[in-house]
């Protein structure tokens, strides 16, 4: 397996469908590096810890966090299982940005942002992160998201491990379009 199969399988299986290799995540996402690497193993997909270090470390969006004592992992956001990260309410820069794919755009006008089949919307710091991330569904549509705004009026919003901002939904009156 190569670092991106790695780094994929450890998404579905931290992320989305644990039940795949019969792994169970606690309240707050964590799972057991030994009992990962051992099912692992067990469907075939053998890992050293080392290299499940390395992997994590060298991600190029920090996708997974190590516990500090190196015996537990999670994924740090992107989760579609119900799952609470258990992040403090942080104060976001007044702007984050939100990239989608322009056949998305009405829907998002009239509905806002929503997690879809995620825990919660994605945001990111800046312009560029969140073209890629909008590149991923199609032709790239970014929007501003007034996020100061939306935090003096009540919204909580989290920085996940990796940096990601994430909050509930996004309504409306809160986006700018370009
Ligand atoms: C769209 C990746 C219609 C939303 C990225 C997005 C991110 C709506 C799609 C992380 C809508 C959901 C998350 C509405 C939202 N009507 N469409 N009302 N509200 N949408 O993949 O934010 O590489 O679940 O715009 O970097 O694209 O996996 O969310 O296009 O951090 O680590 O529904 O996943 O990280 O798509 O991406 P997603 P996302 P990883």
């Not at 051992?38 to 920090?62: C, I």
């Not at 119900?82 to 403090?88: G, I, P, Q, S, T």
């Not at 991923?136 to 989290?158: C, N, S």
Request: aromatic content about 8%.
């Amino acid at each position: 397996m190569n670092d991106k199969t790695i780094s994929k399988f450890l998404s579905l299986v931290l992320r989305h469908q644990p039940e795949t290799i019969g792994l169970t995540l606690d309240a707050h996402g964590w799972t057991s590096v030994d009992d990962l690497l051992k099912r692992m193993a067990a469907h075939g997909k053998f890992l050293t810890r080392e290299k499940l270090e390395r992997v994590v470390a060298e991600n190029d969006k920090k996708r997974y966090t190590l516990s500090e004592d190196g015996l537990r992992i999670r994924a740090a956001q992107g989760h579609s299982v119900k799952v609470d990260l258990a992040l403090l309410p942080a104060l976001p820069p007044d702007i984050l940005y939100h990239g989608t794919a322009t056949r998305f755009v009405e829907s998002i006008m009239t509905e806002g942002l929503k997690p879809q089949s995620r825990q919660q919307v994605h945001l990111s710091l800046d312009y560029a992160t969140a073209s890629k991330v909008g590149q991923r569904h199609g032709k790239p549509y970014i929007f501003r998201v007034e996020a100061g705004r939306m935090q003096a009026d009540g919204h909580l919003f989290f920085r996940a491990d990796n940096g990601v901002w994430l909050t509930d939904a996004v309504p409306p009156q809160y986006l700018i379009a370009p």
